[in-house]
T-cell receptor, first 117, second 113 residues
Framework: DTGVSQDPRHKITKRGQNVTFRCDPISEHNRLYWYRQTLGQGPEFLTYFQNEAQLEKSRLLSDRFSAERPKGSFSTLEIQRTEQGDSAMYLC???????????????FGEGSWLTVV | AQRVTQPEKLLSVFKGAPVELKCNYSYSGSPELFWYVQYSRQRLQLLLRHISRESIKGFTADLNKGETSFHLKKPFAQEEDSAMYYCAHPPNAGGTSYGKLTFGQGTILTVHP
């Protein structure tokens, strides 16, 4: 499968612990996005990278959240001191980043489920 | 703030019946709209984009600027169309923020045999 892959697929953690999710985008995709999805809601944008540069962060991304894409390939999303409200599906997506070819078409991973107990 | 509204959380139809999933947007400027679909146990994937004016799996969606709508339609629903459908648009066309999407809450379509 050459799609966007995410790891782990499921994570249960105790409140106050730190968790880290990894995303491997489609090869040669310049842009990488993180979204969060809670039950009954559509995905909500968190942040995105153009290569290794983090170009935009949503106000949803509190200071407990940090995302990196150190070499412009895979990305990590870390949540420190988790809270029960952080329980959600964390979706990663990637796109070629060339508007003239595929525009805003983004390709999603299967997501990482986080449950904070 | 730009919003996408999908007024129906659930929609049930019988196989062979027409189906219409509603999407309304609040957008200033030229909208670029998408329908994404998520089948059971599969990842969220693009169904169609208004800019390409294509029909995918028998679905079409017409942009109506007067009504600010982008409803998804299929004349004869199939059981395999059962899925969650999301309408989405970017905050602005072009620029450095494209690929950032605002999604509606989604509509669960169930097609009964």
């Amino acid at each position: 499968d050459t799609g966007v892959s995410q790891d782990p697929r499921h994570k249960i953690t105790k409140r106050g612990q730190n968790v880290t999710f990894r995303c491997d985008p489609i090869s040669e995709h310049n842009r990488l996005y993180w979204y969060r999805q809670t039950l009954g809601q559509g995905p909500e944008f968190l942040t995105y990278f153009q290569n290794e540069a983090q170009l935009e962060k949503s106000r949803l991304l509190s200071d407990r959240f940090s995302a990196e894409r150190p070499k412009g390939s895979f990305s990590t999303l870390e949540i420190q001191r988790t809270e029960q409200g952080d329980s959600a599906m964390y979706l990663c997506a990637s796109s070629p980043g060339r508007f003239e070819t595929q525009g805003n078409t983004i390709y999603f991973g299967e997501g990482s489920w986080l449950t904070v107990v | 703030a730009q919003r996408v509204t999908q007024p129906e959380k659930l929609l049930s139809v019988f196989k062979g019946a027409p189906v219409e999933l509603k999407c309304n947007y609040s957008y200033s400027g030229s909208p670029e709209l998408f329908w994404y679909v998520q089948y059971s146990r599969q990842r969220l994937q693009l169904l169609l984009r208004h800019i390409s004016r294509e029909s995918i799996k028998g679905f079409t969606a017409d942009l109506n600027k007067g009504e600010t709508s982008f409803h998804l339609k299929k004349p004869f629903a199939q059981e395999e169309d059962s899925a969650m459908y999301y309408c989405a648009h970017p905050p602005n066309a072009g620029g450095t923020s494209y690929g950032k999407l605002t999604f509606g809450q989604g509509t669960i379509l169930t097609v009964h045999p």
